[in-house]
């Protein structure tokens, strides 16, 4: 295990506690990386403030209050200390721009310091059903969409599944239907139907769209290269 940011800052700082000194030093006694980078941080601090004193660039685009405000939300001193020396070169300016400068990447590092880690990409909303078939069932789409489309495969399993791939919609079942309530929707379905189900017909509103009758298919719709049928909701 090596050292994290957050240590290496209060050890830089003098904000840890007596047995967490102990254990840290004790750690860069044994920890040649870890040494390193304490070293680079020494460097870099050197550097930031040598640089607050030469004064000859306009200074870099960072929001004062926005930095304040990532300040505050933290609490680590060393985590303050670096939006207050952030909050400097937005206001004195430093050789930001300066070719071969380290300071952009310093600045992003310590950005992401104060910031904390970026939120996580949400996963794709998905939500469906699976039913088994009846002698005769029957698939509704309760409104047509502005836009989306139901992509429907034959299978060989013993349910028939249905998935909203993103957007809103509900799931309503009986012995013999599943109603999908989709009205003011955008999503995309994927609809499996069994082989071995002897009738089962699709519907948007009233108007049918795609019919399984044993092994034949009837729909108007367009078959893409995986033999899926892709109704339009419209």
């Known amino acids: 295990m090596h050292l994290e940011v957050e240590q290496i800052q209060r050890l ?5 506690d007596a047995p967490g000194e102990a254990a840290v030093r004790g750690h ?11 070293e680079e941080a020494e460097r870099e601090e050197a550097l930031i403030l040598g640089l607050l004193r030469r004064v000859d660039h306009a200074p ?15 609490v680590p001193g060393w985590a303050r200390w670096a939006a207050g020396v952030l909050l400097s070169l937005a206001v004195a300016g430093v050789a930001y721009a300066a070719p071969g400068s380290p300071v952009p990447a310093w600045v992003d590092r310590v950005v992401g310091w104060v910031a ?29 969409q502005e ?13 028939i599944v249905a998935r909203r791939l993103a957007g809103t919609a509900t799931f309503t079942t009986g012995v013999d239907h599943l109603t999908i309530e989709n009205g003011g929707s955008t999503a995309d379905y994927e609809i499996e139907l069994p082989r071995s189900a ?20 009837i729909t108007d719709a367009l078959v893409d290269a995986r033999g899926r049928y892709l109704l339009p909701l419209r």
């Open 12 to 16: 830089l700082h003098g904000e840890l």
């Open 28 to 38: 860069l006694a044994a920890c040649a990386d870890c040494r390193g980078q304490v």
């Open 60 to 74: 870099p685009a960072v929001d004062a209050q926005a930095l304040a405000a990532s300040a505050r939300r933290v």
């Open 116 to 144: 904390g880690p970026a939120p996580a990409t949400p996963e794709p909303q998905l939500a469906g059903v699976a039913v088994e078939p009846s002698a005769r069932f029957t698939i509704t789409f309760g409104a047509e």
């Open 147 to 159: 836009r989306g489309i139901a992509a429907v495969s034959l299978t060989d399993g013993s349910s």
């Open 198 to 217: 002897p009738w089962v017909e699709i519907r948007i509103g009233a108007r049918r769209v795609l019919l399984k009758e044993g092994p034949r298919v």
